[in-house]
């Protein structure tokens, strides 16, 4: 089966420092691959996603992710983090079939801190 | 998202008692999903809907089930509520593979 591994479970930055957040997918083939971030006590937001072609791809409020197929990984990165990034971050995976109903596995969340 | 909503947003209720959560799309998309979030398990799919009364279990469906009558609402429903599910649930819709989801602002429900 599908998993998603998120091993940071809690990450704190300074404001203005680089970010990664990692992302593993165990899988027989490259699936689709999504980040959604999660503000406190709102719904999950897609920040980006992947589907094929160039290997970095870039989303909203300034996020961009790298795919590398070789280390089955889909990190998420950002230059110079703001405070309003603080929130918690969802990696997940999607089946690529023929049917238009493959589920989203989610990975457990990384929660990201920012100090001034 | 101004497509999805979910009520109620916050509810308490007794152990034992049945609670309906409702989800309420305009975007007319086909595929509609409940999950619920709980700390150290990310979110966990309870039901899922691919069309006007064709729905499937997910990874957690004990305890709960689902209808969809038309395509804009997807009901919840906890036949007998237990502590266990003391939960944030959130609803999510989408049109197929390739676009991701859309979430709804979430439930937070708590049984006593």
């Known amino acids: 089966a599908q998993s998603v591994t998120q091993p940071d479970i809690h990450i704190t930055v300074s404001e203005g420092a680089s970010l990664e957040l990692r992302c593993n997918y165990s899988y027989g083939a490259t699936p689709y691959l999504f980040w959604y971030v999660q503000s406190p006590g709102q719904g999950l937001q897609l920040l980006l996603k992947?589907?094929?072609?160039?290997?970095l791809v870039q989303g909203i409020k300034g996020f961009e992710a790298e795919f590398k197929r070789s280390q089955s990984s889909f990190n998420l990165r950002k230059p110079s983090v703001h405070w309003s990034d603080a929130a918690e971050y969802f990696c997940?995976?999607?089946?690529?079939?023929?049917?238009?109903?493959?589920?989203?596995?989610f990975g457990t969340g990384t929660r990201l801190t920012i100090i001034p | 998202d101004a497509g999805i909503t979910q009520s109620p947003r916050h509810k308490v209720t007794e152990t034992g008692t049945p609670v309906t959560l409702r989800c309420h799309q305009t975007e007319n998309h086909r595929y509609m999903y409940w999950y619920r979030q709980d700390p150290g398990h990310g979110l966990r799919l309870i039901h899922y809907s691919y069309g006007v009364k064709d729905t499937d279990k997910g990874e957690v469906s004990d305890g709960y089930s689902v209808s969809r009558s038309k395509t804009e609402d997807f009901l919840l429903t906890l036949e007998s509520a237990t502590s266990s599910q003391t939960s944030v649930y959130f609803c999510?819709?989408?049109?197929?593979?390739?676009?991701?989801?859309?979430f709804g602002s979430g439930t937070r429900l708590t049984v006593v």
């Open positions: 999510a819709i989408s049109p197929g593979n390739y676009y991701g989801y859309t």
């Open positions: 997940a995976v999607q089946l690529i079939s023929n049917f238009g109903n493959e589920k989203l596995t």
């Open positions: 992947y589907f094929s072609g160039d290997t």
